[in-house]
Structure formats: C-alpha cells, structure tokens
T-cell receptor, first 115, second 111 residues
Framework: DAGVIQSPRHEVTEMGQEVTLRCKPI?????LFWYRQTMMRGLELLIY????????DSGMPEDRFSAKMPNASFSTLKIQPSEPRDSAVYFC?????????????FGPGTRLTVT | GQQVMQIPQYQHVQEGEDFTTYCNSS?????IQWYKQRPGGHPVFLIQ?????EVKKQKRLTFQFGEAKKNSSLHITATQTTDVGTYFC???????????FGRGTSLIVHP
C-alpha cells in the first residue's frame, strides 16, 4: 500500500496566484481530512469528507479556500487568490471509519510558501 | 467547543531519562489517539484508547486514559534519540467524526 499521496510536496508561489493541492487517499478509506499546520496555530482541521461528501468545512479560513472530492480516490484543496499568511504545511489524511476505529493516515504534506 | 490542552509544549531530556506528556480535554471524550511527528515528517498514528482508565503499552511507551475520560498521558521510559519528535493527542467526542488535536509536545533528546 502506497499510503496517502500528496502533490506537490513543495510549492512556492507569489501572492495572488492560484494554488491547487492534490491528495490521493488510501484505497478503501471512506473519510478524508485536510489539515493545515503552522508553528503559530498548530494542526488545524480545514475540511472533512465522508464518502466524497463534505461534512464539515467550518475550519476553512475564508472564501479563498475551496475543496473538492470528485471521487473516492482524489481530492483537491484550492486557494485563490493566495496570500503570504497561507504559508504552511498542508496535510491530507484518510481514514476508514468503522465502529470505534478512527485511525488517521497522514500524507507527507505539501509545504506551501506564498511570497 | 471542545478544547484539548497539551503540556508541556517542549521537553528537553538527556538520553536515558523518562518523559511524560499530558493531554486534558474540556469535555468528556469517547476516545483519544496519540500521534508522533518526526521533524520534517507527518503525524503517524501510535495508539487509540477507548475505555475509562485504560492503560496500553508499546515497548517503552505507556499510554493512559483517565477514569473520567477527560485526560490522557504518554510516558516514555529511558528515552532514546529515536524518540525525538512532536507527540500529539487527538480527542474525539461522542458522535463526532472530527478530532480535536492538542498543540503537541516536542521532545528533544540530548545524547
């Protein structure tokens, strides 16, 4: 199993540009999470999908952020337009929610730098 | 909303010393998980605790879930340089599929 795959691993962009982060969850998992990690704010949940449907997006900072999950094997997180304060490491995690087991598998992350 | 506090924020130890990190929730949890993130890496699942008063061990790591299911701890015996990283707890409330992560405790082990 390749685990959760994220791309790109590093992204450097200028303020105002559109950024798209990609995630391929583990096959068979029914839940997908997008997180943002910074030194100041720690690990923040942005959005949670279950069976490809967005269930909770209360963590999405503002309208500049959007996330989609068109099928069970692919999700995107888009920032448009990007700002320097969006600089962070963005993690995608997937999970198979069964009964009491909520173990999350994190991808390697995308380190985003907005200049 | 639910809050999960984790202390200490940082801990420096000499190799061979013990280490403990504590996690406290503002609400009763249905379960709690612990993750480890190596420097430059991503969080990796260590364990999940579900029962009140539960204690689980993984080699030199001991995990406890409080009787009231509002606190938890991770204890490492005789730390090694391979234990370096940030340890996070993640609490789940009953009926919720969204975890609340603590801020993490960064462990620095000096050889």
């Amino acid at each position: 199993d390749a685990g959760v795959i994220q791309s790109p691993r590093h992204e450097v962009t200028e303020m105002g540009q559109e950024v798209t982060l990609r995630c391929k969850p583990i096959s068979g998992h029914n839940s997908l999470f997008w997180y943002r990690q910074t030194m100041m704010r720690g690990l923040e949940l942005l959005i949670y999908f279950n069976n490809n449907v967005p269930i909770d997006d209360s963590g999405m900072p503002e309208d500049r952020f959007s996330a989609k999950m068109p099928n069970a094997s692919f999700s995107t997180l888009k920032i448009q337009p990007s700002e320097p304060r969006d600089s962070a490491v963005y993690f995608c995690a997937s999970s198979l929610m069964t009964g009491r087991s909520y173990e999350q598998y994190f991808g390697p992350g995308t380190r985003l730098t907005v200049t | 909303g639910q809050q999960v506090m984790q202390i200490p924020q940082y801990q420096h130890v000499q190799e061979g010393e013990d280490f403990t990190t504590y996690c406290n929730s503002s609400t009763t949890l249905s379960n709690i998980q612990w993750y480890k993130q190596r420097p430059g890496g991503h969080p990796v699942f260590l364990i999940q605790l579900v029962k009140s008063g539960e204690v689980k061990k993984q080699k030199r790591l001991t995990f406890q879930f409080g009787e009231a299911k509002k606190n938890s701890s991770l204890h490492i015996t005789a730390t090694q340089t391979t234990d370096v990283g940030t340890y996070f707890c993640a609490g789940w409330s009953g009926g919720s599929y969204i975890p609340t992560f603590g801020r993490g405790t960064s462990l620095i082990v000096h050889p």
